[in-house]
Structures are given as structure tokens and as C-alpha cells.
């Protein structure tokens, strides 16, 4: 399992990233405070658009930080419904907060095509029936396989024989050998 970890890792052009949703969301997401993962994730987001690497987001990963965000927010006002959270004036001022941070995340990544159409969707479903694996991680890394992608994640289940994976998640690190 090619894993890295993204805090000593040197960011240069050549390098082409895929920022999961959870880097997005310690970056640009509403923030608990003192976690420690949001100002590693930040000093590497800051690092990878300084060696000018290029960083990449598609539609799952967009529609699942919206989401979250949104999520997140209506947890925090305590709201219950969703739809009702949807037609309040708290999620109109949230809305705008979040497109603001979507807009300003497109203003450092490019956006790339979802490879559903070149999937092996039987050995997904598979994988998915049997409980090993996540269908969006997998989504992802086939996305990381088709472009020659580096994943950026925190996912501590997502792993990879053929994807590289740049992380501060400790227990990636430790199953990778990384960590002693």
C-alpha cells in the first residue's frame, strides 16, 4: 500500500492530486477547534498550491462537502428537518457561506470526470455487498487509476495496492509500515 505521509511530503508541479471530500471539509468545512488535523491538512494544502501541484475535485467529491457543510450547519442550529432547515433564513446565509468556500476551493483545483462509465461495477457492487469497502472510496481511487491521481485523504479505511495515498491519518500511516 503506497502511503505517504502528507506532513513531510514536498509538493512539487508534477504532482496531480485528487483532494477527497475530508481534506476539503478540515480546509474549508466548519472547523472544531484544536483539531489537529485541520492545521495539517491546511499547512499541506498551503505547500501543495506553493510547489504549484495540481489539485483535482469532481462532482462526488463537491456534492458530498456541500452536503456535509450543510449538514453540519443545521446539526449546529439544532434544526431536526431538513427540508424546513432548506427554506429557513439560517440556511440562506449558510448557503452563501458554503458556495463562497466551493467557489474559493475552484479557484485552486480543476475539475475532472467521474470514471463511472469504465468502473468494474460488478466487482464494486461485490466489494460493497461484502462489506470491505466504501463505494465512494472506491469511486475515487478508479478515478485516482484512470488519471494517474495521487489520493489526499484522511479515510483511515481507504487503502490501495496501486494508488498513492497522502494522509496524516495515523492508522493509514501504521498499516503502511510509514509509522513504526
Known amino acids: 500500500m503506497p502511503v505517504?505521509?502528507?506532513?513531510?511530503?514536498?509538493?512539487?508541479e508534477a504532482d496531480h492530486l485528487l483532494l477527497d471530500t475530508n481534506i476539503l471539509m478540515f480546509v474549508y468545512g466548519p472547523q472544531?477547534?484544536?483539531?489537529k488535523r485541520c492545521e495539517d491538512y491546511t499547512d499541506a494544502f498551503k505547500r501543495?498550491?506553493?510547489g504549484k501541484s495540481v489539485l483535482y475535485i469532481d462532482v462526488l467529491i463537491m456534492s458530498e462537502f456541500i452536503n456535509r457543510c450543510t449538514r453540519l450547519e443545521m446539526?449546529?442550529?439544532k434544526h431536526k428537518d431538513y427540508k424546513k432547515f432548506r427554506?429557513?433564513?439560517?440556511?440562506?446565509?449558510?448557503?452563501?457561506?458554503?458556495?463562497?468556500?466551493?467557489r474559493r476551493i475552484g479557484q485552486y483545483t480543476t475539475?475532472?470526470?467521474s470514471p463511472f462509465?469504465?468502473?468494474p461495477l460488478d466487482q464494486m457492487l461485490y466489494e460493497f455487498e461484502a462489506g470491505q469497502v466504501d463505494f465512494n472510496d472506491q469511486m475515487l481511487l478508479q478515478l485516482c487509476r484512470n488519471k494517474n491521481l495521487m489520493l489526499v485523504t484522511d479515510?483511515?479505511?481507504?487503502?490501495?495496492?496501486?494508488?498513492?495515498?497522502?494522509?496524516?491519518?495515523?492508522?493509514?500511516?501504521?498499516?503502511?509500515g510509514t509509522i513504526p
Open 4 to 12: 505517504r505521509d502528507i506532513r513531510d511530503y514536498a509538493f512539487v
Open 32 to 35: 472544531k477547534q484544536n483539531d
Open 48 to 50: 501543495m498550491c506553493q
Open 75 to 77: 446539526q449546529l442550529r
Open 87 to 102: 427554506n429557513s433564513e439560517d440556511f440562506r446565509s449558510i448557503a452563501q457561506g458554503i458556495a463562497s468556500n466551493v
Open 111 to 113: 475539475r475532472t470526470n
Open 117 to 119: 462509465q469504465e468502473c
Open 155 to 176: 479515510d483511515g479505511d481507504c487503502t490501495s495496492n496501486d494508488v498513492t495515498i497522502l494522509t496524516a491519518n495515523s492508522r493509514l500511516l501504521e498499516l503502511s
